[in-house]
T-cell receptor, first 110, second 114 residues
Framework: TQLLEQSPQFLSIQEGENLTVYCNSSSVFSSLQWYRQEPGEGPVLLVTVVTGGEVKKLKRLTFQFGDARKDSSLHITAAQPGDTGLYLCAGDQGAQKLVFGQGTRLTINP | EPEVTQTPSHQVTQMGQEVILRCVPISNHLYFYWYRQILGQKVEFLVSFYNNEISEKSEIFDDQFSVERPDGSNFTLKIRSTKLEDSAMYFC????????????FGPGTRLTVT
């Protein structure tokens, strides 16, 4: 069983602060996706990283894939209340299925 | 922007009844998936479907589950005899590429089995 562990599980910070959340595994993934999920809704794809060491930026969000393709991080600069939500990482081992982490629930306080 | 749609948004059924959850994937996508999320738990893979057949299925996807693409637009998940533990959010996803990344999820159907 491939496991993806996300940390921290909960994070509450003030508006304007920076933060990093992590997604770790002992398994190698062909690609890794980050999703954001609002309560009662489906996951919304934010980004896909494919190459070891790859860095992708989406406005104030920076995603990095580890060199060994076993881990990833999401860094948010100058967090805003609109960033509040559940962030999920999901890995693909090329088996036509995604393995999800348990998520990091992020709260940005005004 | 194209999106995956699912109906109904909420389905309540009695234990032992059959339910069919419906999905309309993004129109030019060829790969289709069902996932479920029990309240407070991780999103779990159920099944993938391509070219009118199942590509991969998980241990959860036993004989009580089936999937079908009855026409060119719909993708359905049937649970033949629901159990209490089938209560969950069920998400349909679709993708355009052979590899399973870039999957786009629908809003989900909340299934409550009483």
């Amino acid at each position: 069983t491939q496991l993806l562990e996300q940390s921290p599980q909960f994070l509450s910070i003030q508006e304007g602060e920076n933060l990093t959340v992590y997604c770790n595994s002992s398994s190698v993934f062909s690609s890794l996706q980050w999703y954001r999920q609002e309560p009662g809704e489906g996951p919304v794809l934010l980004v896909t990283v494919v190459t070891g060491g790859e860095v992708k930026k989406l406005k104030r969000l920076t995603f990095q894939f580890g060199d060994a393709r076993k881990d990833s991080s999401l860094h948010i600069t100058a967090a805003q209340p609109g960033d509040t939500g559940l962030y999920l990482c999901a890995g693909d081992q090329g088996a036509q299925k995604l393995v999800f982490g348990q998520g990091t629930r992020l709260t940005i306080n005004p | 922007e194209p999106e995956v749609t699912q109906t109904p948004s909420h389905q309540v059924t009695q234990m032992g009844q059959e339910v069919i959850l419906r999905c309309v994937p993004i129109s030019n996508h060829l790969y289709f998936y069902w996932y479920r999320q029990i309240l407070g738990q991780k999103v779990e893979f159920l099944v993938s479907f391509y070219n009118n057949e199942i590509s991969e299925k998980s241990e959860i996807f036993d004989d009580q589950f089936s999937v079908e693409r009855p026409d060119g637009s719909n993708f359905t998940l049937k649970i033949r005899s629901t159990k209490l533990e089938d209560s969950a959010m069920y998400f349909c996803a679709s993708g355009a590429q052979l590899s399973s990344y870039e999957q786009y999820f629908g809003p989900g159907t909340r299934l409550t089995v009483t």
